[in-house]
Every structure is written in C-alpha cells, then in structure tokens.
C-alpha cells in the first residue's frame, strides 16, 4: 500500500519557515496520525515529522531483516548521543526554548535468541531487499559463470535483487541470550531499513515472490504429507527465515480491534478503511490445568460445545444474557460492587469450568484487581462485539498493526499534509509573556511556525518529564513452527489468555498468527506475548513460553512425537506505557502543546482514539471529528466559492451514507449479533 510520500530535500526543507503551519506534528504514532488525518481533512495546513525513518513509532511493523535494522538502531542510539547547538541561534531575547531528547528510552532489556538451526551460507539473500553493492554479493557460481549469455546473467541479476547484506555462520546469531551483539547488528546495513519497512506488498507481488521462494526452498522442505497420517513437521533453518524476512510483518505492539471498537468505527466514518484489510480472529483458548482449549463464544458454539454438558450450557448462557442487560438489573450485582468480579462469578451458580471462561477468556480482566462493574462491562463488550464480522469479537489488519498509522497518515496526505521522515526537532520555541509555544527549531536550525503542536511523550525531555512515573510492557516475539493447539486447519488466528499465578504478577494475553494474516512465513506462526512489567520481559513471560513451547534443537526436530510447537527464533523486550499520565505531570508545558502517549498494555486501540479526539476538539472546537470524504463526482474544481460551498454542504450527507458501501471491508461485513 503506498503511503504518504517522504519530502525530504532540501528545498522542501527550506521552505518550511517561510509557512504558517496549523498544526505541526512531532512523531507518527497511531494518535497522532489520526488528529494529523482529522485536522488536514477539516481543513487546517499539517506538517508532519518524525526522527525516524518509518512510520508509527512504536505502533510499527518490520520485517524480519528491518527489525534487526531496528535492534542495531536503538543500540546505537543507545551507545551515542549527538549535541546540536544550532537551536540557540534561533531564540529571540524574549523566548525562551524547552529542549526535546535526542534518545528514545521507551525499549529497555531487548534480548534475543535464534534455536534455528544456524547453516547460513554466504549468499543467502533476502527475497525483494535492496542490494547494497551487487560486486560485494557475487558467489563463486557467479564468478565462473562470468561469461555467460546475458539473459543468464539478466535471470541471476533479477533473482538476486535488492538483496541485504545478512550475516554469515560465523557471523549468526547465538543461541544463548544476547544485549544487541555486534554480530546482530550487521544483519542488515542503515540504507536496507527504511526500504524494507516502507515496502508494501500487493497481492500479485505477494503470489510472484510464494512461486519463487517456494522454486528455491523446494529442495530443502520436505513435501506436506496427508493429514490423514502423522504430519511431518518442516525444519526450518535460520537461513530460510532470512531468506523469506519479507514475508514477516512483525509489530512492536500487539493489538486486536474489536469489531464495535472506536478504532473501527472511526475506520468506517472516515473511510479509511479501504487503505487496509482485516482478518477475522478465529478461535480464543483458554489455558486450565495445562492444556490449551478452544473456548466456546457464539450461540451456536456453546451448543455444539463438547467441553460443556447440557446443564452448563444452560447456565452459560442465562449468564452472558444477563450481562448484555445488566444495567437494566443493578439490583443483581449492587450488593457485589466493593468485590472483585471473580467473586461475584461465585454467586452466580457457575461450575468452576464456567467461572474460568468468563473470568479469563471472555472478560479477560484480573482475578485480583477487577471489580464487579468492569467485569460486567468487558463482559458487554466483548458480546456486543460478536457475529459483526465472524464468531469471534475480534478483527486484525492483514500486514500487521503498523498498517493503521500509515492508513491515518495517507489520509493526511491526501487532503494536503506534508511528511518528512528522518527529521528530527531540537526544541520547543516559547513566548516569555503569553508562555504559548511560538515555534520548533528542527535539526538545521530553522524555525517552524505552527499554531499548534502535537508530540509524542517519548520526544519529550527529562526535565519536562521529571515528575512523570511510568509504567512498563513487557514484550515478547517468538516464531514457532507450530500452533499452541493443534487446529483443525492450518489457517487459524488465535487469541490466549494465561492467568497470572504470583502475587505481583500478571495475566500474560498471546495473540498465535498465521501465514495469511501476512504476518509470517508459509510453516510458521508468530506469536505475541504481552503482559503488564513487574520485571524485566524475560523474567515476565519466560514462565508462559516454557508451558506453551519447547525451543528447538536439532535431535528434536527428528522427533516427530513432540507436543508442544517448537521456537525458531525470539525476541524479549520492555516498552514503557504512558498512557494515563494526566497533563499535569509535565513541567511547564505550553497550553498549545498537546502530548500523546505511546501504546497502552490494553487489548483495544479505544486509548488512542480517544487522545485523538479530544486533542482534536481543542485545535478545532464545533468540527467534525474525521468525516466521510467527498465523493469525487461530486467536487466542483471550477466555479466561485459559493457554488463550491453549496455543493460540499450537500455531499457530506450523501457521503455519510453510501461510507458502508465504499467500506466493503467493514461496512458490509455486518451479521445479526447472536
């Protein structure tokens, strides 16, 4: 999908000072591009810029050899830290300026593990990369073929394109935990990354790129046998990961949309939604006395249930009832409002086996922290949610959730935002008197004017932020070659929920992708583990993946008799969450300068949409938040302005209606709720 085109000469750049900008955006997290979206669409001039060279921040997506270009860059970003004083030229004598951090400290603890088996060879080649020096990447075959026809050579050259520059055996990853080694950091050089995390891939190149790598790996995977016998399992090396990186799309954060969420509404209001696809969630599990379970949801799924006998089904049922009215009959949990939600469960005539399905699987709160209310209300919720778009309350993005900041930025742009990647923003320019923020100084020292301005929370300094607590996530990746259970295709979304068993801890949420969420390789899964921090992410989650996997090793991988799916490759990290830190905390922050906050711990996305609204009523009070856009027939390009203000005030109704059909995706998905 392309998106937002980059503007980065030096001629763009030049004439950033001599405008007067609306709004100007510092960072393209999801919030953020939503009220960027929303402000260009109600008008307002938006220019939009991030240090970073991909879109998202810490909402985006990578590649398998672009998160490796990712762990090199925090590592050096964490080992160097480059001054500019070029900013103090630009202050008046009746300013002031509050500098802005020049290190992202939001990724803390990343340590890494590859069990794959590491036979890398000195042309293995990421299918689609960029190839950095085509003379440096020439094999022996090449050499002695030298003098070949030009159509053999051409046939080489096109198969070897835009190759990365991937480590060798010696170079490989150690299968023991590691800081960002040296070795790692190599994998993919600085010009690779911002060409794989801007790749989009369509359909057809999708099909072009599954015939050849399927041509090339043919004679190292064996053939799938009828599922009618033992299945075979694949072995997959480390070289076959590298080699099909861009088959992965891998998120920092790991999210799903409730199909009645915010986030989907806004979707369909704006028409966003044609920039993206989403995949319905297939099964939710449930994790009880060491077996994973497939939770019945639907109606029809609790009835065909043979988990369940037919009394529990009964009780089920008149209790997910209740709980879509329940605020119709406050008498029935009045009493139980000062208790926890597990307790409550235990008045209400449930089996122990019930109990744990609400409490964990479709409620999905704390068994310690929960009321009764938010239990009852997450209980509503997810109901509400189901038989919209499938059986199950949940939709995810095809590409990863680093889609839905591109989509929201391509919007932007489409109603005349500019973005400028790779441009960092050295301070905040403030008025002494009206203590209003004036400008930013950007790394060339020029001054941006702007009315308004929006910046994430982590681009904010130490001493605007020394009264700030914040929490952390704790993180982990992991491609496995299996699913956590044995599903009746191979073809399955799955959402797990692993309840928390010391005090101090917490529940532990896995979200198990396929390969047709375009998220991962043919044979393998990618899983997301994420759960609150009380330690750093390997002491958190190492408990859930040791139940739930067995790492790979090579006398295994002949066992064809092992249970548990196996982990190829991981990946362990902190990422700070600051969201609900109250505006207050932050030191002398201009009323002009809105803050956003970086992902929450929370399944749902309804945090930032929220951020974005009410940062967006406050630069544009009485507008409408992200409307429908016009329908293209119907814009008069030539005409006075009052036939052009007819003209829109008579398509916005019409567009507003006619947004479910141009929302096939979502719009039209809808069932009767069961």
Known sequence: MPIAERLCDFGVRSEFRCQLWSLSGVSSGLPESIIAAACSRSGQRVLHVDSRSYYGGNWASFSFSGLLSWLKEYQENSDVVTENSMWQEQILENEEAILLSSKDKTIQHVEVFCYASQDLHKDVEEAGALQKNPASVMSAQATEAAEAAEAAEAAEATEAAEAACLPTAEESLSTRSCELPAEQSQCTGPESSPQVNDAEVGEKETQSDAKSSTEQSSEILPKVQDNTETPKRNVITYSQIIKEGRRFNIDLVSKLLYSRGLLIDLLIKSNVSRYAEFKNITRILAFREGTVEQVPCSRADVFNSKQLTMVEKRMLMKFLTFCVEYEDHPDEYKAYEETTFSEYLKTQKLTPNLQYFVLHSIAMTSETTSSTVDGLKATKKFLQCLGRYGNTPFLFPLYGQGELPQCFCRMCAVFGGIYCLRHSVQCLVVDKESRKCKAIVDQFGQRIISKHFVIEDSYLSENTCSGVQYRQISRAVLITDGSVLKPDSDQQVSILTVPAEESGSFAVRVIELC????????????????????????????????????????????????????????????????????????????????????????????????????????????????????????????????????????????????????????????????
């Open 515 to 674: 390969s047709s969420t375009m998220t991962c390789m043919k044979g393998t899964y990618l899983v997301h583990l994420t759960c609150m921090s009380s330690k750093t992410a390997r002491e958190d989650l190492e408990r859930v993946v040791q139940k739930l996997f067995t790492p790979y090793t090579e006398i295994e991988a002949e066992n064809e008799q092992v249970e548990k799916p196996r982990i190829l490759w991981a990946l362990y990290f902190n990422m700070r969450d600051s969201s609900d830190i109250s505006r207050d905390c932050y030191n002398d922050l201009p009323s002009n300068v809105y803050v956003c906050s970086g992902p929450d711990c929370n399944l749902g996305n309804d945090n930032a949409v929220q951020q974005a609204e009410t940062v967006f009523q406050k630069i544009c009070p009485n507008e409408d938040f992200c409307p429908a856009p016009p329908n293209p027939e119907d814009i008069i390009l030539d005409g006075d302005s009052s036939q052009q203000e007819v003209s829109e005030s008579s398509v916005i109704p019409e567009t507003n209606s006619e947004t479910p059909k141009e929302s096939t995706v979502l719009g039209d998905s809808e069932e009767p709720s069961e």
